[in-house]
């Protein structure tokens, strides 16, 4: 807890009297106070920026200031070695900028005019390191005091990156001025420019003069004082057509042009009182729309493309959200708000002026809600971001629900814009996916605290997570522990208390437990500094009726987690009756006795699934929830309180079968947990049943790096056992490596030969390859994987050590040790990719289903996916499962050994905004047969490639499903009778966890 720079009594009487804490808080609070003037002038053609900077500093605090500090933010991509390009490099989030195309800021001119009255003042030397500018005083500034200084600077726009830059004619201009750096009873805030995390900036005026050319419509903080921003000049009528609209456009802009060439430059000057910083935006491109709020302007500036949606939602929107905000917190004190189509993806907020990506509803909420949280209630962002992003998150979910209901969003437009075959899928609601979504996270073992400042956490996921939806998620249960009616009170207290002011969790709390009457150290302390993990379970319930007939409940609850929170248990009687008691949870288990006037039939713990428990299911909850069993259904919807069973029938087949029917029933919990598989096929050729059974789950309670499988089949002539062990280690959470183990044991048996010849139609006549030996083949197998990566590259590393002995029961004894390794080089749209692959076998032969083969997996990996098993004469087709020797143009040439060498080299092209790579590829392979014959193969042609790899969001994601279309022209071995040079087609699957 710091309270600043106070007396050591002052210090034990805050410690001793924690109800004088709102009193003393208010009493001793200040702030510095800054007044800017600037006057600057565009230059669009070498993407300059010239300017005159005048600041007066007032020191409010009790402190004599000896330094003074700027903030150079425009520095911040200047070269590799600051500390946010750093940042970047070491989180892989290279900003992608040419060196032609960086920015910088660079002081032409400094000179303090005044410390204190003192105008006769010696030429003072500062330093700039990183994006900050440190200059030590010539006098001392005292309470009270005011300093005065002038600069001239010249900016550098960067091509449009972070908030900042030029694009297509536009410019954003953000964090572009030296910024005074704040002090408060912390000290100086004069930290550099993070890659995450935001801003900190001090209350006061600034006055900004511009000077643009003549064509350029100008949006800003503030109000406009003098000159012309040239809104009327393209004020749109929203009765127009889009074709209406940029016919009239263009022709405004030809003569606004003719017009700048006799008139040339002109100068805007906005004003702007009780705000942190000034953001601004120009381009001739711009059209303009006019709304108002009351009594306050609204300020619409976008481009002719996004038409239809800034016209009809941009004002509806930003009306919707003043008065939601109004209502929840307090009047809009502003005298206007403007929205602005930014350069940026999502969206920015700065004071009265947000830059939008797009005009939908969520996002306007939650930028002009900045508006109120980071800019008049201005906290430290990058110390504290979840105390605006949380705040500002909270809201907007707040109101989405209030508006649209439990799903949070307008339902029926989502469904109107999904495929047709989409709207057959059950749809999450926005509460289920902030509260799923926070439990994956806290899974992962990665898990930080809210408070961690933006650029100490090891990852950026973990800054998202922690800022915005776990700071939202705190909000929520803090909402929760005070009463719905208590939160509306202690919001509209902290943002009447606070406003123009700097805010900090001590002055959040304090007005919290004003307001409540309530101790919530215990709740501050566990959310934002610890990582609780709340589960609560019903152990015992039991009901007796009494002599006076009413009934007497004894419900025990139990705590499986590491946090505490309050519990609201439900009562239901037979008829409809209800009662909700709340259990305080101040013990760690407890026993709570509920007397009704109805026999209570079912208790739930936190009926309203309001306190993150992870676990509802032994909470009274549990129950079925049937669907069929979509693609990716239970990839997003995720029911709490019940275990979601999916359903589907299925249709195969293969020759000894024929046509295969069946059908296959799959379930978990939250997609992740107690996960199993049943299905059932039958052959109508054969009439044979076969069934398969799978059950996989976390080895300790929720935790995801570690999982163990299970699973026993009877399928297409074959039958497996297999049993594994899963774990992965990471030292981050979304980036790599992550290093994976996998240790299993195997039984494989064939049952029925006739289901291990593989079938090959040669022109008229069909091949048959024997691909799977008798006999029982029991394995234990060690597999090892990492995925390092840099800046420009990607790889992937494999290791698997198999091996069979008579002591394990089989009738097979060899070793089996295969290496496999990928990487990818970036070269702009260019993408290399090599790949290697080395196998050998020792100790003895495998069988046919366990040999390396030149074309791709072996037989034992094609069979354990469905969509690359035996299938007869159709496994004779272009379906392969990529792996082994990888020597494509082989499909269906089974060509086997003890030992392969084998390497691909690719080069793609990435097509811009299409999901898959098109490129030439050559592949090479060597392998000593059984026979002890030396092959050599290749093979070269031409690829497309769709990569589903979901690139290491989180470690429960990085798994890797690949389709490939390979065109193998040529072959350095075709079979008898068929050119080398030749049209071939195939379709490669690849399956990497």
């Known amino acids: 807890m710091r309270l600043g720079r106070l007396h050591a009594c002052l210090w034990v009487a805050v410690c001793l009297y924690p109800a004088t804490w709102p009193a003393l808080a208010q009493d001793t609070y200040w702030q510095q106070h800054v007044y800017y003037k600037i006057e600057a002038e565009l230059d669009t053609t ?12 007032t020191n409010h605090s009790p402190d004599t200031l000896r330094h003074f500090y700027l903030l150079l933010y425009a520095n911040a991509f200047n070269n590799d070695e600051t500390t946010a390009m750093r940042e970047a490099a070491k989180f892989f989030m290279p900003p992608g900028l040419k060196k032609h195309e960086r920015g910088w800021i660079r002081i032409d001119s400094f000179e303090i005019l005044a410390i204190n009255g003192q105008t006769d003042l010696p030429v003072t030397a500062y330093k700039v390191e990183d994006t900050v500018l440190e200059v030590p005083l010539p006098e001392p500034l005292p309470p009270g005091a005011e300093l005065s200084l002038r600069l001239h600077f010249t900016l550098k726009i960067r091509k449009h990156y972070q908030r900042m830059g030029h694009r297509d004619g536009q410019y954003d201009l953000a964090q572009w001025y030296p910024k005074v750096a ?54 749109a009528d929203t009765s127009w057509s889009k074709d209406e609209l940029r016919a009239w456009h263009d022709s405004v802009r030809v003569a606004l042009y003719q017009r700048a060439l006799q008139t040339g430059p ?13 953001a601004w935006n120009a381009s001739a491109h711009f059209v303009y729309l006019r709304g108002d709020y009351k009594a306050i302007p609204i300020h619409v500036l976008f481009r002719t493309k996004s038409w239809k949606d800034w016209k009809a939602d941009a004002i509806r929107h930003t009306r919707a959200v003043l008065g939601w905000l109004e209502e929840k917190f307090g009047p809009y004190p502003y005298p206007q708000v403007t929205l602005v189509q930014g350069l940026l993806r999502g969206g920015m907020e700065y004071p009265m002026l947000v830059m939008l990506q797009s005009a939908g509803e969520f996002l306007i909420f939650h930028e002009v809600g900045h508006i109120y949280f980071y800019g008049i209630l201005a906290n430290n962002e990058l110390e504290e971001p979840w105390l605006d992003e949380g705040l500002t998150t909270f809201q907007t979910k707040w109101y989405m629900e209030n508006r649209y209901g439990k799903y949070g969003y307008n339902k029926e437009a989502i469904l109107k814009r999904l495929p047709k075959l989409a709207r057959w899928y059950r749809l999450p609601t926005l509460k289920q996916l902030y509260t799923n979504f926070l439990l994956m996270y806290a899974s992962t073992g990665h898990d930080e605290p809210i408070a961690t400042p933006a650029h100490k956490v090891k990852d950026p996921m973990s800054y998202t997570v922690n800022a915005y939806v ?19 009170r202690i919001m509209s207290e902290y943002y009447r208390r606070w406003q123009f002011k700097h805010v900090n969790e001590q002055r959040l709390r304090a007005v919290c437990e004003e307001i409540s009457g309530q101790d919530l150290g215990w709740f501050f302390e566990q959310w934002l500094h610890q990582t609780p993990v709340i589960d609560y379970a019903l152990k015992e319930v039991k009901t007796q009726n009494r002599p006076d007939n009413t009934y007497e409940t004894r419900v025990v609850i139990e705590n499986r987690g590491t946090g505490r929170m309050p519990v609201d248990i439900l009562l239901r009687g037979e008829h409809g009756d209800s009662l909700l008691v709340r259990w305080q949870g101040e013990a760690r288990n407890g026993e709570v006795v509920i007397r009704t006037p109805f026999k209570p039939k079912r208790v739930l713990l936190d009926p309203g699934d309001r306190i993150l428990d992870r676990n509802l299911l032994d909470n009274g909850h549990a129950r079925f929830e049937w669907r069929f069993d979509l693609p990716l259904q239970d990839a997003f919807y995720q029911p709490r309180n019940a275990y979601l069973l999916l359903w589907r029938p299925s249709i195969g087949y293969n020759d000894p079968d024929g046509l295969r029917l069946g059908g296959q029933i799959r379930g978990s919990y939250r997609g992740l947990y107690r996960r199993f598989r049943v299905a059932a096929y039958v052959g109508l050729r054969s009439n044979v049943v076969d069934g398969r059974l799978e ?110 002995t008579p002591w394990l029961g089989g009738a097979f004894d060899y070793r089996r040790l295969q290496l496999e390794g990928e990487l990818t080089r970036f070269f702009g749209p260019v993408v290399l990719h090599v790949r290697g692959f080395a196998g050998r076998a020792f100790g003895g032969t495998p069988p046919l289903q366990d040999q390396f083969y030149i074309d791709s997996a072996s037989p034992l990996e094609r069979w354990i996916y469905e969509a690359t098993q035996t299938k007869g004469s159709n496994y004779g087709g272009p379906i392969y499962r990529a792996g082994g020797g990888n020597v494509r143009g082989y499909v269906n040439q089974p060509i086997s050994g003890t030992s392969l060498l084998a390497g691909t080299a690719e080069l793609r092209f990435r097509m811009p905004m299409v999901p898959f790579h098109i490129g030439a590829f050559y592949d090479r392979g060597w392998m000593n047969t059984v026979a002890g014959e030396r092959l050599r193969r290749a093979d070269a042609g031409f690829t497309i490639l769709m990569d589903g790899r979901a690139n290491s969001i989180l470690p429960i994601f990085n798994s890797r499903f690949l389709v490939r279309y390979d065109f193998p022209i040529w072959l350095s071995h075709p079979l008898p009778g068929e050119p080398a040079r030749k049209f071939r087609w195939s379709i490669g699957l690849r399956f990497q966890l």
């Open 46 to 57: 070498q993407h300059r920026l010239q300017a005159f900077e005048f600041i007066r500093y």
């Open 182 to 235: 704040v002090y408060d009873d912390q000290g100086w805030h004069a930290e550099p420019m993070h890659m995450l995390g935001e801003f900190y900036g001090e209350f006061g005026e600034f006055e900004v003069s511009l000077t643009v050319p003549g064509n350029f419509i100008v949006a800003a903080t503030g109000v406009p004082v003098a000159g012309d921003p040239g809104w009327q000049w393209v004020q």
């Open 470 to 488: 776990k700071g939202a998620m705190f909000f929520e249960l803090l909402r929760y522990v005070v009463g719905d009616v208590t939160f509306e």
């Open 695 to 804: 059950w996989d789950n976390t080895l300790s309670g929720m935790s995801n790096q570690a999982r163990y499988a299970l699973r026993l089949q009877k399928r297409e002539g074959r039958l497996e056992a297999r049993a594994e062990l899963y774990f992965v280690k990471s030292s981050y959470l979304s980036r790599p490596p992550f290093h994976k183990f996998a240790l299993g044991v195997q039984h494989l048996q064939l049952l029925d030969a006739e289901y291990g010849i593989l079938r090959i139609k040669q022109g008229k006549k069909t091949a048959y390859f024997q691909q799977w030996h008798k006999g029982r083949l029991n394995r234990l197998y060690f597999r090892y994987s990492v995925d390092p990566r840099g800046k420009n590259w990607l790889s992937y590393w494999q290791a698997e050590l198999a091996l069979s």
């Open 266 to 278: 002109r100068t805007v000057t906005f004003r702007a009182e009780k705000v942190h910083d000034f």
